[in-house]
């Protein structure tokens, strides 16, 4: 319902900029009411991912040809920021980061950030290798139980904090949604960074992700391909043993997308196991070659859907995992979601 009441507000934004300005312009109220009804279908298609992308375009090009000022009214409260934390959902609607979407207008990323702690001080430090607007930070729950703060957060030349303090990491693990954060777009060559403190002497590879935009990426689907639905991907269950490692293979029987990897974290020593890589057809998914906890990845995270590359029929999604453990292996086991893609000459 939250969902369809911001497609309206959408919709009805549009359509009441279109109206004002028509009057603006001295038009009759017939001119006002004909501007408005196509800004709201102008809204409507821009705002429904249920629509092909062809059939959208052409009817988009037509209201842009004959109400000029509607088409504005629409495309600008999307461009304008206003609805820049909103985005499509699987119904057509909107609804915020953080709501439960993965069809978002970037692709969706990981930027992890590894440090070791000395005299129970360190410092975290993200590179974006290309423009990156981060909207959640997180610190994987095995990190998070220690005694360890953060503060000093700082996105490029501005501070996070709207004062002094010290942060628990605790209240930034993966099972919080306290890590939600606007963070400004950071540019090439810019950081975003943090410090570290509380944490014992000597913690090894102390860990902290970000999630956001790759802004400079548009989210692009093969020409004339459709997102249909979910569907589940089961991997077997794996044995990682101790000091060791292990890969899962998914062999997908459609084109898809993968979403969301979950992993079973109630299996024992769960925080030993590290997710060193993700591999979709050959092509890395991770931005840096950085391992990362594998609570991240948890049944139970927060804010963790993600876009990765389209897995065609016949190729393989490859999950690298290690155990840190040094007597006992870990088990791995979850599943992962997925949205079948249906490009041009699929029959199904």
Known sequence: MAARVIQLRLRNTAAANARAAVAAAGGSPAAQQTSANAAAAAADLMSDPSVPSADAATKLQTIAQNHPIAFQSASQLLVSGIFSKWEADDGGAMNPVGGPTRRKPYPVKILPALCTIANTAGSLTWSPQEEFEAFRLCIPSGQASLPAFIQQLQAGDR??????????????????DLGRIDFPPIKLGETISCAVS???????????????????????????????????????????PSLGTATITLQPQRNIIMRRLGLDDTVANFANLFVTFINVQDDPQFVSGVE?????????????????????????????????????????????????????????
Not at 159 to 176: F, T, W
Not at 201 to 225: H, I, N, Q
Not at 323 to 334: C, D, I, M, P, Y
Request: glycine share 10%; charged share 20%.
């Open 159 to 176: 501070m996070m904090q709207a004062q002094s303090g010290r942060i628990p990491a605790a209240c930034l693990s993966e099972k919080s």
């Open 198 to 240: 509380g944490a014992p002497s000597g913690t090894p590879e102390f860990c902290a992700v970000l999630l956001g935009y790759a802004k400079g990426k548009p989210r692009k689907m093969p020409d004339g391909a459709e997102l249909l639905y979910e569907r589940v991907e089961p991997f077997d269950v794996t044995s990682v």
């Open 292 to 348: 990362i906890p594998a609570q991240l990845f948890s049944e139970l995270a927060q804010d963790d859907w993600l876009d990765f590359d389209m897995c065609q029929l016949g190729g393989q999604i490859t999950i690298g995992l290690r155990n840190s453990h040094t007597s006992l292996a870990v088990t791995a086991q979850g599943m992962a979601l997925a949205d079948l893609v249906r490009l041009p000459g699929d029959s199904r």
